[in-house]
């Protein structure tokens, strides 16, 4: 489908972050009721761009032209009304509310009325986006969620609809139907703009995509004439080796086994463990996959300690029965964690990188030693992690808080895989993360396998699932599934345990 009436355009647009250029002269066009990519790597700007676009941020110069006129979009609340709706990744509905009760506090009073529980059907019906408005959201999967965010901005009849990272927790069969929706919309004369990390959904339904490198534009190309290899070195400014996940097999002593672990959920938004089992050697990697919110956090609290109260026998390690050890108890035993949540988690904000290495290192008497902190050993080794993991900083050992999100999880992931575990536990391990840098974190995961480690990933994300696991399990309302050999499984019959099919 040609489209040639341009509905929004940036012109030379420039955003400047102290000494830091985000944009730097982008130039944009999306047309009435195409489906456009925005990709590029972490800190490349598309946060800022889009944010400029919805009103919440302003350029310093450069022009938002929208049918042909120069505007100044001033706020979120102005773009809505030009036209411009936006779902984010991180939906903003309260859980204790009912679909309509969301809908109706996000809209604005002329748009408020006492049909709008048909108008959601109305709107559900034509779309194909199925929604009991009277459910509350607490008692939605992520994708019906989604949906709902969806609905409340068709119900303001956008001309341009901004999606990011729309498919991050979906699964395979419920991102096909996303895609229904959007091509539909876009049939209907409405403009999508489309962010995505998933480089082969840029093919299967966009017609260009604009990339942007460090803040300026590197091309608007046609995606029907490129693949998702050559978008990645669009993006990072070089050729990508994709062939880096073959996995030399070897034979280890190392062994972890869960046998019928449960755990009571701890309040009405957790999730009850009903007998995991699992068993994994050294050298193999097991990835769990599942949409969030299906006990994920509850197994990685069992497996660092964070929730202990575990009958004995329940979780061992290399004979040791650990299912009681604390973090640290872990730790010594030559344990990893890698958690979702970098910040308040995984790294203090106000403490420095050297700090932060520190806060997990301090049982190693090179760390301290009768409680005199030894600061030139921990520096030492927060730079060779910032050098080996290309982790781009401001300046020598910075606040955990002046890093993006995708280089502190880089520095993150460094400093647990520089301690050479023995089992290594990664939530999300490459959530934010650009191609590049996804691609180094996955080559370290390969690579301490390889070197007798058991490595448990949990990931939304299927395409790393299959990447890296040999071992396949889902996790769906605090049940896990067996293990697949990975070869004698398939993305459908994971995407339908991800949605509670057996």
């Known amino acids: 489908m040609a489209h040639t009436e341009v509905l929004l355009s940036g012109e030379n647009i420039t955003k400047i972050f102290g000494d830091f250029k985000a944009n730097d002269n982008v130039n944009f066009s999306i047309s009435k009721g195409e489906i456009h990519a925005l990709l590029g790597e972490n800190g490349a700007g598309k946060s800022t761009f889009v944010k400029i676009i919805y009103g919440l941020l302003k350029p310093d110069s450069g022009n938002v032209i929208w049918k042909n006129e120069i505007i100044e979009i001033n706020g979120p609340k ?31 009073e002329k748009n408020q009325s006492d049909d709008l529980e048909n108008r959601i059907e109305t709107i559900s019906d034509e779309y194909g986006l199925q929604i009991d408005p009277k459910s509350r959201v607490l008692n939605l999967s992520v994708g019906e969620q989604q949906r709902v965010e ?77 693949t998702a290899k050559s978008f990645s070195q669009m993006m990072v400014g070089h050729e990508i080796n994709t062939n880096k996940y073959e996995k030399i097999k070897i034979d280890n002593e190392n062994l972890l086994n869960i046998n019928n672990l449960s755990r009571p959920a701890q309040n009405q938004f ?42 004995a026998n329940k979780i061992l390690f290399n004979g040791f029965d650990i299912s009681n050890f604390k973090p640290n108890e872990r730790r010594k035993l030559g344990i990893s964690f890698i958690p979702e949540e970098r910040i308040g988690h995984a790294t203090v904000s106000s403490f420095n990188l050297s700090e932060n290495f520190y806060l997990t290192d301090y049982i190693n008497d090179n760390s301290s030693n009768y409680g005199i902190i030894n600061n030139s050993f921990n520096y030492e080794n927060a730079s060779n992690i910032v050098n080996e993991y290309d982790v781009r900083v401001p300046h020598n050992n910075p606040l955990a808080s002046s890093l993006s999100g995708g280089n502190l999880q880089k520095f993150i992931v460094g400093r647990e ?44 994300d299927l395409d790393e699932i299959f990447l890296l696991s040999d071992l396949i399990s889902v996790i769906y309302d605090g049940n896990l599934s067996k293990q697949f050999n990975k070869e004698k499984v398939n993305l459908e019959k994971i995407g339908l345990l991800m949605g509670g099919s057996s």
């Open 270 to 311: 957790s999730v009850e463990l009903k007998d995991i089992n699992l068993s994994v050697r050294g050298g193999e990697i097991l990835g769990i996959a599942g949409i969030a919110g299906n006990g994920q956090s509850e197994l990685m609290e069992a497996l660092t300690g964070e929730y202990l109260s575990i009958e």
């Open 417 to 460: 895989i520089s301690r050479k575990p023995k089992l290594l536990v990664a939530s999300q391990p490459t959530w934010g993360v650009d191609v590049g840098a996804a691609l180094e974190i996955r080559s370290q995961i390969i690579k301490i396998a390889e070197q007798g480690a058991i490595v448990i990933i949990i990931s939304q």
């Open 78 to 108: 102005h773009a809505r009304e030009l036209g411009i709706g936006m779902v984010f990744q991180h939906f903003s509905l309260f859980e204790a509310l009912t679909v309509l009760e969301n809908i109706s506090l996000a809209l604005p």
């Open 150 to 226: 969806i609905i409340r901005c068709l119900l303001q009849n956008p001309e341009l609809l901004i999606m990011d990272e729309p498919t991050s927790v979906l699964t395979p069969q419920e991102i096909s139907k996303l895609f229904e929706v959007l091509e539909k919309l876009s049939k209907s004369g409405c403009s999508i703009l489309f962010i995505t990390h998933k480089l082969e959904e840029v093919r299967s339904l966009t017609s260009r995509a604009t990339i942007l490198r460090r803040g300026k534009n590197v091309s608007t190309v046609e995606t029907k004439d490129h």
